[in-house]
């Protein structure tokens, strides 16, 4: 769909990233397959492998365009996406255009492009933006006609309307209305966004490949809906912030910087990526191109100052005159404008990044499970070929020497059922220790601080009531994550002493019990604080009316840290349930191997053909446990593959 100029390196970048993904998912297909026969009791792994089929599966590279009104985000995006279709795709013009947050990617599973809208009013609903997602008769659906670039860019229109609504309505709908937004004719009435979010799919290559785009409304939206910032640009892979060398950097552009780009969450995962738009405002004709170059250098100097980042991190670009130089295949206005420089970086830098952090994924859920299958497979190859070590040096040896053996075994087995039954005194302790585990992560616990918060802010009617409502709140999260994680550590130790102990009476396998930390957690409910005091310090906060600051406040920050606890509890109890099964298996496997020993020496002190039998046995295992034990290291090479080198490309990100 490119013109036919310069080549598609970020479009061949995620082509080879889709393959990678498909071999990666073939690998763990094979490792599932694999795992069948071997593991049929085990729901926790077939669990845990179904989940990272699905990460892969659904993995998309999401870039998210934030900056204030006019700026050129949706010229970009025309610019790098869509200058194929020969023509603007979606709307850009001077003023406020786009007027509500706009995702742009392929649906596989929908029969047809569309544009789904939902209405504004349903900022009036309780439901969260994720939940009415999953809600398809909230949305008004537009079939989106692909064969038809004018009518697509038409049907794309929706995306710019607005309303006029009575004033009360608007601060109804939590709208801040400034006294002078009524004024003129027509006095009692303002302007709205018709549209509250789009979602749009169609079938273009990038897209399908897994890319979504997510461009957002610059008129201090971010400001008033905080599940845009708490939602959206966290899963962002990247977020490019536009500024526009006709403004330089204005305070608002500042405070969105601070507020809601910078420090978002996920920052230390996704990159931050600062471009200076429109620079053909500084081609002026009649200055030199040296003078031209020493100015914009000089722009772009004081916007990295402004924003605090290096000078390097800016990327000087013309969003528009890129699209029209690729409309019309001007090669050299392309150069000019500076976006190749840009898509480099998108090419080089942010999907081989977001590659590795797949790969990262992937080998950090199936690891503790493959290293875990290794270590049985191992030590049942080694207990196999002991036993043939043992038995062969039988062959040819006299009753009294068997009868010796016999004596031994019957002994150590009677110190390792000791063992075993110091082993559930253990357990015992164990699920004493569980239950303080579980108990600090408690949602009924966490429902109470929820409805205290709730009535103290909403009793409290002053700025310094609210400040200490949020306080109040995130300081009972954070103390009964804290103590969760106090708990979860005592416990860690419990078992690791207990793993210890069979390891060094009964020479176990040393096995590591599978680690479990609310860390993460303690470190998400960190961000959302963060958020809470941007959302709090935000000047639209203030012009809010109170019951839509309280409300706002409950369905998105409280919402997200009571998932929080909901899935460190979910966690906790996986690990508790499935802590032991490492050691218990171990035991019981032990027990089996001294158990049949016995048996065995019974046997061949009444036959020497049992000897032989027993000896063909176990040659049969050794060979079986070998080769499935290099089946299960090929496959372990496959998922941890190294990647493809990007190229690392000669800029560096702005806060990466
Ligand atoms: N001269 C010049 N104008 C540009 C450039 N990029 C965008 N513009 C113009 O700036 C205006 C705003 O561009 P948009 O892409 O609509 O800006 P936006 O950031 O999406 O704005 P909102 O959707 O309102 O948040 C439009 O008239 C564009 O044509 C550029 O590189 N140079
Ligand atoms: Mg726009």
């Known amino acids: 769909?490119?013109?036919?100029?310069?080549?598609?390196?970020?479009?061949?970048?995620?082509?080879?990233?889709?393959?990678?993904?498909?071999?990666?998912?073939?690998?763990?297909?094979?490792?599932?397959a694999w795992l069948e026969p071997y593991r049929p009791e085990s729901g926790e792994d077939d669990l845990r492998l179904y989940e990272t089929l699905e990460a892969v599966r659904r993995d998309r590279l999401r870039l998210a365009f934030v900056a204030e009104f006019s700026r050129g985000k949706t010229e970009l995006i025309?610019?790098?996406?869509?200058?194929?279709?020969?023509?603007?795709?979606?709307?850009?013009?001077?003023?406020?255009?786009?007027?509500?947050?706009?995702?742009?990617?392929?649906?596989?599973?929908?029969?047809?492009?569309?544009?789904?809208?939902?209405?504004?009013e349903t900022r009036a609903d309780a439901r969260t933006l994720a939940e009415l997602r999953e809600a398809p008769?909230?949305?008004?659906?537009?079939?989106?006609?692909?064969?038809?670039?004018?009518?697509?860019?038409?049907?794309?229109?929706?995306?710019v309307r607005t309303r006029r609504v009575p004033v009360a309505e608007a601060r109804a709908l939590g709208f801040p209305v400034s006294p002078t937004d009524g004024a003129g004719p027509e006095a009692d009435t303002v302007e709205i966004p018709r549209w509250r979010h789009a979602l749009i799919s169609f079938p273009h290559p990038l897209l399908e490949h897994g890319l979504?785009?997510?461009?957002?409304?610059?008129?201090?939206?971010?400001?008033?809906?905080?599940?845009?910032?708490?939602?959206?640009?966290?899963?962002?892979?990247?977020?490019?912030?536009?500024?526009?060398?006709?403004t330089g950097v204005t305070q608002s552009d500042l405070e969105m910087w601070n507020h809601h780009v910078r420090g978002a969450e996920g920052a230390a995962h996704g990159c931050r990526i600062v471009a200076l738009n429109k620079i053909d405002v500084l081609w002026d004709e009649l200055k030199e191109a040296d003078e031209i170059a020493a100015i914009l250098r000089e722009q772009c100097r004081r916007a990295a100052e402004a924003l605090g980042i290096s000078p390097e991190g800016v990327f000087p670009v013309s969003a528009q005159k890129a699209l029209v130089a690729k409309v019309r295949g001007d090669e050299a206005l392309l150069e000019r404008s500076g976006l190749p420089a840009l898509e480099?970086?998108?090419?080089?830098?942010?999907?081989?990044?977001?590659?590795?952090?797949?790969?990262?994924?992937?080998?950090?859920?199936?690891?503790?499970?493959?290293?875990?299958?290794?270590?049985?497979?191992?030590?049942?190859?080694?207990?196999?070929?002991?036993?043939?070590?043992?038995?062969?040096?039988?062959?040819?040896?006299?009753?009294?020497v068997l009868e010796q053996l016999l004596e031994r075994s019957r002994t150590e087995q009677a110190a390792y059922l000791r063992s075993v039954e110091s082993f559930q005194a253990s357990r015992r302790l164990l699920r004493q220790q569980a239950r303080e585990l579980l108990a600090a992560l408690d949602l009924q616990a966490f429902d109470r601080l929820i409805r205290q918060t709730r009535q103290a802010m909403q009793e409290a009617w002053t700025t310094r009531g609210l400040r200490q409502g949020m306080q109040h709140f995130f300081a009972g999260a954070r103390d009964a994550?804290?103590?969760?994680?106090?708990?979860?550590?005592?416990?860690?130790?419990?078992?690791?002493?207990?793993?210890?102990?069979?390891?060094?009476?009964?020479?176990?396998?040393?096995?590591?019990?599978?680690?479990?930390?609310?860390?993460?957690?303690?470190?998400?409910?960190?961000?959302?604080?963060?958020?809470?005091?941007?959302?709090?310090?935000?000047?639209?906060?203030?012009?809010?009316?109170?019951?839509?600051?309280?409300r706002r406040f409950f369905v998105t920050l409280v919402a997200q840290a009571r998932a929080l606890f909901f899935q460190a509890h979910q966690e906790a109890e996986a690990w508790l349930r499935d802590v032991m099964h490492p050691l218990v298996h171990q035991i019981k496997a032990h027990r089996q191997d001294m158990d049949r020993r016995l048996e065995t020496?019974?046997?061949?002190?009444?036959?020497?053909?049992?000897?032989?039998?027993r000896l063909q046995v176990l040659t049969q295992e050794c060979r079986r446990c070998s080769t499935d034990l290099e089946a299960l290291e090929a496959l372990q090479a496959?998922?941890?593959?190294?990647?493809?080198?990007?190229?690392?490309?000669?800029?560096?990100?702005?806060?990466?």
């Open 1 to 32: 769909m490119r013109t036919g100029m310069s080549r598609d390196h970020l479009g061949d970048r995620l082509t080879a990233y889709a393959a990678w993904k498909r071999q990666l998912l073939d690998a763990l297909e094979a490792f599932r």
């Open 601 to 613: 020496l019974r046997r061949i002190s009444a036959s020497r053909e049992a000897l032989e039998e």
């Open 78 to 120: 025309n610019a790098i996406f869509f200058a194929g279709y020969g023509r603007r795709l979606l709307p850009s013009e001077a003023g406020r255009t786009t007027m509500c947050p706009c995702e742009l990617f392929h649906d596989r599973e929908a029969d047809a492009p569309y544009v789904r809208l939902l209405p504004i």
């Open 344 to 400: 480099r970086y998108l090419y080089q830098e942010v999907v081989p990044n977001r590659q590795r952090m797949l790969q990262a994924h992937v080998l950090g859920r199936l690891g503790p499970l493959i290293d875990g299958l290794r270590l049985e497979l191992t030590g049942r190859l080694q207990r196999a070929r002991q036993e043939l070590e043992h038995l062969r040096a039988l062959q040819g040896r006299n009753a009294e």
């Open 212 to 246: 979504v785009l997510l461009d957002t409304p610059g008129l201090n939206a971010l400001g008033s809906e905080p599940e845009l910032t708490l939602q959206l640009l966290p899963s962002a892979q990247a977020v490019l912030f536009l500024l526009a060398a006709d």
């Open 481 to 550: 994550m804290v103590q969760a994680a106090d708990q979860a550590e005592q416990t860690r130790r419990l078992v690791l002493a207990t793993y210890r102990k069979f390891h060094e009476a009964h020479g176990l396998p040393a096995l590591e019990p599978r680690a479990f930390s609310v860390e993460p957690h303690l470190q998400a409910l960190h961000r959302l604080m963060v958020e809470a005091e941007a959302f709090r310090n935000s000047p639209i906060t203030a012009m809010l009316e109170q019951h839509v600051v309280v």
């Open 137 to 159: 008769e909230c949305w008004v659906h537009l079939p989106l006609d692909v064969q038809d670039p004018e009518r697509m860019a038409e049907t794309l229109r929706e995306v």
């Open 638 to 656: 496959r998922l941890a593959a190294p990647l493809p080198e990007g190229g690392a490309a000669s800029t560096e990100a702005a806060t990466a």
